[in-house]
């Protein structure tokens, strides 16, 4: 079963999006803040994470920068999951080292296709 860290600051968009990867079979993990998500993904070595962009302190950007850089984590791919709908924050998102870019809210499908597209042994 893959493990999925969502960084996220809002404890709805968590709770939901941590029902729809357990329903699918995810096991999840989160953490609150960048800085926080930066700590756990070192720690727990996740196979993904969902990394929010308007984030307390240091943003999603920086921190997937910080995960792509880090010979730890960098093997572990980042989808950005974001509010954030322009076309320059996608691309600015996948400068940062992110494989994938979701605009919220994403549907469950699309959500779950992408996370399977990027996790080998999952599926598509």
């Not at 600051?9 to 968590?14: E, G, I, M, V």
């Not at 959500?111 to 598509?124: D, K, M, N, T, V």
Request: hydrophobic share 40%.
């Amino acid at each position: 079963m893959a493990r999925i860290l969502i960084v996220d600051d809002s404890p709805t968009d968590t709770k939901v999006f941590s029902n729809v990867l357990e329903k699918n079979g995810f096991e999840v993990i989160t953490a609150g803040s960048a800085e926080e998500g930066i700590e756990t993904c070192k720690r727990e070595l996740p196979d993904l994470v969902m990394m929010d962009v308007i984030l307390p302190g240091m943003n999603g950007f920086q921190a997937t920068r910080a995960l792509s850089k880090d010979p730890t984590t960098q093997h572990i791919p980042v989808i950005i999951c974001s509010t954030k709908n322009m076309e320059t924050d996608r691309v600015w998102g996948m400068r940062q080292g992110a494989k994938d870019y979701l605009v919220k809210p994403p549907s469950e499908r699309e959500l779950i296709s992408r996370i399977r597209a990027l996790l080998p042994g999952e599926g598509a």
